[in-house]
């Protein structure tokens, strides 16, 4: 079955620590994003990739970062520069861009800074 | 700007009834998209019904209904005959083009439903 598949389900940063969370789809979609939600929060974007090696800022791109190398990768870096990254992030795709593509999002890893 | 506005953060419904959760959004664009997804306990975000902007008919999906009003700038989610497995968070989104697409999610209502 075609989904996206994100990994780890649960990841626990160390203060001052770079992770990486993983985001695999196999949709052939063009379209991928990174979200990022918090308690109480509407979802909030951070990255998104329109096409290979390309790849726009969102809303709050701060202190993350992103590649997308191949068609169906696109992981997200939480680097330290991230002051407040424990929260629920999601990873989506869309087969392109437009306004009635709803989005197919994977199952989320929730990141804990310990 | 662009906002979408959910003012219920929880609602309870007895199983097999109907449930109509509200969403107002604020756009100044003609051309847009509307949507609903489902998020239950285990995190994923699943897609529900989609409403454009230039649609005269309501859309439906199985149980679920958005009643577009666009005069009022409102696209609530009807559900009916809901059941237990209804109990989730639901999510309000839109997407606009300003300076590029963008989808905007509202905070989202926490739907309970009773047996």
């Known amino acids: 079955d075609g989904g996206i598949t994100q990994s780890p389900k649960y990841l626990f940063r160390k203060e001052g620590q770079n992770v990486t969370l993983s985001c695999e789809q196999n949709?052939?979609?063009?379209?991928m994003y990174w979200y990022r939600q918090d308690p109480g929060q509407g979802l909030r974007l951070i990255y998104y990739s329109q096409i290979v090696n390309d790849f726009q800022k969102g809303d709050i791109a701060e202190g993350y970062s992103v590649s997308r190398e191949k068609k169906e990768s696109f992981p997200l870096t939480v680097t330290s520069a991230q002051k407040n990254p424990t929260a629920f992030y999601l990873c989506?795709?869309?087969?392109?861009?437009?306004?009635?593509?709803?989005?197919?999002f994977g199952s989320g890893t929730r990141l804990t800074v310990v | 700007a662009q906002k979408i506005t959910q003012t219920q953060p929880g609602m309870f419904v007895q199983e097999k009834e109907a449930v109509t959760l509200d969403c107002t959004y604020d756009t100044s664009d003609q051309s847009y998209g509307l949507f609903w997804y489902k998020q239950p306990s285990s995190g994923e975000m699943i897609f529900l019904i989609y409403q454009g902007s230039y649609d005269e008919q309501n859309a439906t999906e199985g149980r679920y209904s958005l009643n577009f009003q666009k005069a009022r700038k409102s696209a609530n989610l009807v559900i009916s005959a809901s059941q237990l497995g209804d109990s989730a968070m639901y999510f309000c989104?839109?997407?606009?083009?300003?300076?590029?697409?963008?989808?905007?999610f509202g905070a989202g209502t926490r739907l309970f439903v009773k047996a």
């Open positions: 989506a795709s869309t087969p392109g861009q437009g306004l009635n593509y709803g989005y197919t």
């Open positions: 989104a839109m997407s606009c083009y300003t300076g590029g697409f963008k989808t905007i």
């Open positions: 949709l052939n979609h063009d379209a």
